[in-house]
């Protein structure tokens, strides 16, 4: 999930993850995960604290001022990092191909699963 700002709205961070803040806290469908107080200020989220509490991976392009947020992981799964592991897959050709070459560069990946 984008955003354009790293301080989004409650109303954008809701578009944005689903999960709208209420005065019992991050709320999506029957579950509701308590935050602190000081989270939302003068109609603002602050995404880092947010994340922190929902399990949430994020990652910034200062250069082109986006934020992607992952999913929520209320249940322990969410991903530690926004690194991803050095991969070795073949490519079209049959090579060998390693993630680790990319490193420096912003890479998308983008996985299907039929389950």
Known sequence: MLMASDRPTVDQFAAATGWRI?????????????????VVTDGFVNLDMVAERLGMGVARDTDNELVAVGPASTGGRALSTTEAPDLELPDFNGESFRLSSLRGTKV?????APY
């Open 108 to 112: 998308v990946l983008v996985a299907w």
């Open 22 to 38: 209420k005065p019992e806290g991050a709320c999506k469908g029957e579950v509701c995960v308590p935050l602190s107080p000081d």
